[in-house]
């Protein structure tokens, strides 16, 4: 019997998603038994290996083949099948995202086990009851599945738990999979990836956002200061995308990226319900707005009523004060 | 070309929810249901202008639901689809949505099955994927650009950090997001003859759900906001370290 649970790694570190899914994956297998087995492509540099092992990876399994390492949803769909056959997998974890959306409906099929995508807590398990949590209606609710399908899928909601540090070292051993003649079919030509220094939206810890309240393009430098003071992630709210002030892999919200980070600074931002769809799940959220019945208020942890042109360099001296007495 | 676009009905998100049947099933009661945005801007608009461009095709649009989502199906065939098949059903999960939508369309010729990357109110982004996977079909996730020439499917699409561009061969099943297109807004003519294009009731295909929702419960808000003065930055940062200690 096993906990299985698909890994990545992403310029030279486990992927923290991946950390979290394995934390994850050993909370389930302390509560139903059996082992905690992660998956990684076996190009991925072997001394990242005891990360894993202390999230909480009892074994660790590596795949050699070409189609994996170029991110072939098809083929970890076949090898998560094969380690999830080989290891008697009860649950197959993953994360939430874009390797978790690509290759977990797939396995589910595979397996033709119930998945729950988006999970936001750990499951309850008890008396043959296994229930997930996700959230539901642009944060409004969340909804208590059940799954009743021996073999379970499930993704985890990147941000959701803390990763876990209390695991044993884990080295890692080949798995064989059958892979002749799978493949998605699908075949990359070109990646345009954007060259930045900061952590990925979807996986940023801190955002500083900022709205139309900015007035123009050329003001983001404020924003801009305050989000390197902090080592955070600029994100900006969909008309700022739509008018091109900002790119749009930055528009957060149900149409944009949904995010929940630590952090949220809303700047600017009068905080429609489509916005807070896809940041009502950050764990604290600051706003600052010059119109002191701005809706976002309600939907805040710590308000700032005023002029941002004003607060946001007073903010940002504030935050490098902190920063340097804590060196 | 033949293109089968797959739409859901969704709440509104600025609609108020709520529970019943201890807290058991979600109300429909006074609840305005739209197309997913996803589903109608991006799948839909897509599917019509590859048509447009080629100048013939079919565009046809595949909904799991009771008859009271007529409506919406009604709407999307305003925009401009050709017609309509209804699977006379519950949705139950995700799962039980791919099965209908592969069994429909296995054997019939579509060059394409296009889905939205998510539906709005549960976010799961996973029918794309185990249609795919049911009618080993290349799949294409999240889909920001789409082409067709010939048999050869062009597109682009998240990865990390970026883009790629991607390509397949027809027939293929992609799951479509903003950057795709622009959303239209349904005229008269095409309200009027909405009326009158076919729309078809299926029964249940295949029949297995994997997941139920035992119950719902609404979120709490959050605690009242604490007002910080504008004066007192150095207070908001130490608040941030010391009380919710995120920095
Ligand atoms: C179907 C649908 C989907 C949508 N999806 C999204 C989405 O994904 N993401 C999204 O963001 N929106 C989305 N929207 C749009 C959303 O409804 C709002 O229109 C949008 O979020 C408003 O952006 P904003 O807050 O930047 O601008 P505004 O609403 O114009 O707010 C600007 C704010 O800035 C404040 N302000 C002005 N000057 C200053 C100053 N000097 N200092 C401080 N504050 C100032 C104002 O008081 C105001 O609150 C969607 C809408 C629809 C209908």
Redesign the interface.
């Known amino acids: 019997m096993s906990v299985i649970v698909y890994t990545e790694a992403?310029k030279g570190k486990i992927r923290k998603n991946s950390l979290e899914a394995v934390t994850y994956a050993a909370a389930i297998a302390a509560k139903v038994g059996g082992e905690v087995v992660a998956v990684i492509d076996a190009a991925v540099d072997a001394t990242l290996h005891a990360d894993l092992g202390k999230a909480g990876a009892q074994k660790l399994l590596t795949v050699n083949h070409a189609s994996l390492s170029a991110?072939d949803?098809?083929a970890w769909?076949a090898v998560m099948e094969q380690v999830a056959q080989a290891h008697g997998a009860k649950v197959v974890v993953f994360s939430?995202d874009?390797g978790g959306?690509?290759?977990?409906?797939?396995v589910?099929?595979?397996l033709?086990?119930?998945?729950?995508?988006?999970a936001v807590d750990f499951p309850t398990i008890e008396g043959g009851k296994f229930?997930v949590r996700?959230?539901?209606?642009?944060?409004?609710?969340?909804?208590?599945?059940?799954?009743?399908?021996d073999v379970k899928v499930i993704t985890l909601l990147p941000n959701s738990i803390p990763v876990g540090s209390s695991g044993a070292a884990v080295s890692g051993s080949a798995f064989d999979a059958k892979l002749d003649g799978v493949s998605?079919?699908?075949?990359?030509?070109?990646?345009?990836?954007?060259q930045?220094t900061t952590v990925?939206l979807p996986e940023a810890?801190?955002v500083v956002s900022a709205g139309r309240g900015l007035k123009a393009p050329e003001n983001w430098g404020i924003v801009e200061d305050l989000a390197t003071a902090?080592g955070a992630t600029t994100a900006c709210s969909r008309p700022v995308a739509d008018m091109h002030w900002r790119p749009?892999h930055e528009?957060v919200g149900?149409?944009?990226v949904?995010i929940r980070p630590?952090?949220y600074i809303a700047i600017g931002i009068s905080g429609a319900?489509?916005h807070l769809?896809g940041v009502n799940g950050s764990?604290?959220?600051?706003?600052i707005n010059n119109d002191k019945e701005a809706p976002f208020?309600?939907?805040?942890?710590?308000?700032?009523?005023?002029?941002a042109f004003?607060?946001l360099p007073?903010?940002t001296?504030?935050?490098k004060?902190?920063k340097a007495s804590q060196n | 070309m033949k293109i089968l676009v797959c739409i859901s009905s969704v709440?509104d998100?600025?609609t108020k929810?709520a529970?019943v049947s201890e807290n058991r099933e979600f109300s429909k009661q006074g609840v305005q249901f739209i197309i997913n945005?996803y589903d109608e801007w991006y799948a839909l608009v897509r599917a019509l202008e590859l048509k447009e461009a080629k100048g013939s095709g079919q565009v046809t649009l595949f909904h799991v639901g009771l008859a009271e989502n007529e409506a919406i199906i009604r709407k999307g065939l305003a925009i401009g689809a050709d017609d309509a098949v209804r699977v006379d059903a519950d949705p139950g999960?995700?799962?039980f949505v791919?099965q209908q939508i592969a069994a429909y369309a296995a054997g019939k010729g579509y060059d394409l099955i296009l889905v939205g990357k998510e539906t709005?109110?549960?976010?799961?982004?996973?029918?794309?994927?185990?249609v795919?996977?049911?009618m080993n079909?290349?799949?294409?996730?999240?889909a920001s650009k789409l082409d067709v020439a010939g048999a050869e499917i062009?597109a682009e699409c998240?990865?990390?950090?970026?883009?790629?561009?991607?390509?397949?061969?027809a027939p293929?099943v992609i799951s479509c997001q903003?950057?795709m297109a622009e959303a239209r807004i349904p005229n008269m003519r095409g309200i009027m003859a909405a009326r009158t294009k076919p729309l078809e009731t299926v029964q249940v295909l295949d029949n297995s759900?994997?997941?139920?929702?035992?119950?719902?419960?609404?979120?709490e808000?959050?605690?009242a906001?604490?007002?910080?003065?504008?004066?007192s930055?150095?207070e908001?940062?130490?608040?941030?370290?010391e009380e919710?200690k995120?920095?």
């Open positions: 992403t991110g949803a098809r769909a939430h874009l959306k690509d290759i977990a409906p797939r589910a099929v595979r033709k086990a119930g998945i729950v995508a988006g229930e996700k959230t539901a209606f642009s944060g409004k609710a969340t909804a208590v599945y059940s799954i009743n399908s998605s079919g699908v075949t990359i030509k070109e990646r345009k990836t954007r930045s990925p810890e801190l902090l749009h528009h149900q149409t944009g949904a630590n952090l319900i489509q769809a764990k604290t959220i600051v706003v208020f309600k939907a805040a942890d710590y308000g700032v009523v005023g002029d004003e607060i007073k903010l001296e504030s935050v004060k902190f | 709440p998100t600025t929810i529970f945005p999960d995700a799962y791919a709005i109110d549960y976010n799961s982004s996973m029918v794309g994927g185990m795919a996977e049911l079909l290349p799949y294409v996730s999240m062009t998240d990865i990390d950090g970026g883009t790629a561009v991607v390509t397949c061969a293929a903003k950057g759900t994997l997941t139920k929702v035992e119950n719902y419960r609404l979120n808000g959050r605690q906001v604490k007002m910080i003065d504008a004066g930055m150095d908001l940062v130490r608040l941030l370290h919710a995120v920095i």
